[in-house]
């Protein structure tokens, strides 16, 4: 079935080292792999998306990389902040008419950044 | 603008109860679905509705249900509640209903079954 493998569960870093994610998909005919942040007691908030058309995003200090034949997908951020530090979830799905507005979620990163 | 509201923010409920929680999306938004998220996982698909009809349906129970409003506002109701219900219960608006590029999450329903 649809699967999405997230590591690692817990990633500790100092303040202004980089932080990367990782993430794999089962599903090959996933397009659309979103990133979220959560802070505690608020939903995930969409930080930084990439369709399956590109290879790598990039906003300001975070960015995205996808590796569609391998089926993985990583976050990386740099210059890490103290206020980076919450759970990062990735996710996969698909668009296209027979969609679900199904997400699929990993199992969630705890990101924090010590000053 | 109004993000995705929620209501309530926390909720008890005893096992076997009856539990209805309410989502309103951002203006405009037309897609709503719901997600449950047990604490230390990821969020799991229950439903997405688009223009007031179901489009999609995770892998819960008949005692989950949910319907959208003329006004695009949704409910999920779960019936004879167990104690695996405990959750946090996310609402996510979207402009389209075809690809669900640019999700919106409200914060949440904290839902305790005791």
């Known amino acids: 079935g649809e699967n999405v493998e997230q590591h690692p569960s817990t990633l500790s870093v100092q303040e202004g080292d980089s932080a990367v994610i990782k993430c794999t998909y089962s599903?090959?005919?996933?397009?659309?792999f979103p990133w979220y942040k959560q802070e505690l007691g608020k939903g995930p908030q969409l930080i930084i998306d990439?369709?399956?058309?590109?290879g790598e995003k990039k906003d300001q200090r975070i960015a995205v990389t996808l590796n569609k034949t391998a089926k993985h997908f990583s976050l990386h951020i740099t210059e890490t902040q103290p206020e980076d530090s919450a759970v990062y979830f990735c996710?996969?799905?698909?668009?296209?008419?027979?969609?679900?507005?199904?997400?699929?979620f990993g199992q969630g990163t705890t990101l924090q950044v010590k000053p | 603008d109004a993000g995705v509201t929620q209501s309530p923010t926390h909720l008890i409920k005893t096992r076997g109860q009856h539990v209805t929680l309410r989502c309103s999306p951002i203006?405009?938004?037309?897609?709503v679905s719901w997600y449950q998220q047990v604490l230390g996982q990821g969020p799991q698909f229950i439903f997405q509705?688009?223009?007031?009809?179901?489009?999609g349906r995770g892998n819960f129970p008949d005692r989950f249900s949910a319907r959208q409003f003329p006004n695009y506002s949704s409910e999920l109701n779960v019936n004879a509640l167990l104690l695996g219900d405990s959750a946090l219960y996310l609402c996510?608006?979207?402009?389209?209903?075809?690809?669900?590029?640019?999700?919106?999450f409200g914060s949440g329903t904290r839902l305790t079954v005791v």
């Open positions: 203006s405009g938004h037309k897609s």
């Open positions: 509705y688009y223009e007031k009809e179901e489009r």
């Open positions: 996510a608006s979207s402009l389209v209903g075809q690809g669900h590029y640019g999700y919106t």
């Open positions: 599903d090959s005919a996933s397009n659309y």
């Open positions: 996710a996969a799905s698909w668009g296209g008419s027979s969609n679900t507005g199904k997400l699929i």
């Open positions: 990439i369709r399956s058309n590109v």
